[in-house]
T-cell receptor, first 112, second 113 residues
């Protein structure tokens, strides 16, 4: 089965710095990879989607890269703010788009 | 901004009882999903639904579970005979197209006692 690994340790950074979160996967190569933000007790909120034939996607302060050779996606938040503090989940779909497999998430703490 | 609405936000039920979790997806979305998240664990797939039928279901989604879209707006998840291990946050989600970003609801926290 698909295995998705995100750093289980919290990432603590200073406001204004760039946060970089990692998502590694094994077995099959996903067709799509998505990143979500989840706040405590809330549903995940969709941030960005990247397809297997795309290397990079950007949206405002967010950037996602997708390296199918390394089987890795990186998620960057530039000029981070305390309001960016949350858990960030990666999720991937194989060519069957009916479901996504989620990682366990990385908690980001941005300190003022 | 359009939202996925879930009710109730919290449900406590006795083991063995039936529960129905309700969802109103975004009106122009065609694909519907239920996921769940046991406290402290990953978000895990239960079932996907399109064109009034199940597209795919996970091993978790056994005969105790069923989904229905009884009218043009509601999407429900029924658990016939709840078990203690069904306690989790249940999320409904919808998407406009297959493989697109999901819009999740705020979830129903189900506690089976």
């Amino acid at each position: 089965s698909q295995k998705i690994e995100q750093n289980s340790e919290a990432l603590n950074i200073q406001e204004g710095k760039t946060a970089t979160l990692t998502c590694n996967y094994t077995n099959y190569s996903p067709a799509y990879l998505q990143w979500y933000r989840q706040d405590p007790g809330r549903g995940p909120v969709f941030l960005l989607l990247i397809r297997e034939n795309e290397k990079e996607k950007r949206k405002e302060r967010l950037k996602v890269t997708f390296d199918t050779t390394l089987k890795q996606s990186l998620f960057h938040i530039t000029a981070s703010q305390p309001a960016d503090s949350a858990t960030y989940l990666c999720a991937l779909a194989l060519y069957n788009f009916n479901k996504f497999y989620f990682g366990s998430g990385t908690k980001l703490n941005v300190k003022p | 901004e359009p939202e996925v609405t879930q009710t109730p936000s919290h449900q406590v039920t006795q083991m063995g009882q039936e529960v129905i979790l309700r969802c109103v997806p975004i009106s122009n979305h065609l694909y519907f999903y239920w996921y769940r998240q046991i406290l402290g664990q990953k978000v895990e797939f239960l079932v996907s639904f399109y064109n009034n039928e199940i597209s795919e279901k996970s091993e978790i989604f056994d005969d105790q579970f069923s989904v229905e879209r009884p009218d043009g707006s509601n999407f429900t998840l029924k658990i016939r005979s709840t078990k203690l291990e069904d306690s989790a946050m249940y999320f409904c989600a919808s998407s406009e197209f297959q493989g697109g970003g999901y819009t999740f609801g705020s979830g129903t926290r189900l506690t089976v006692v």
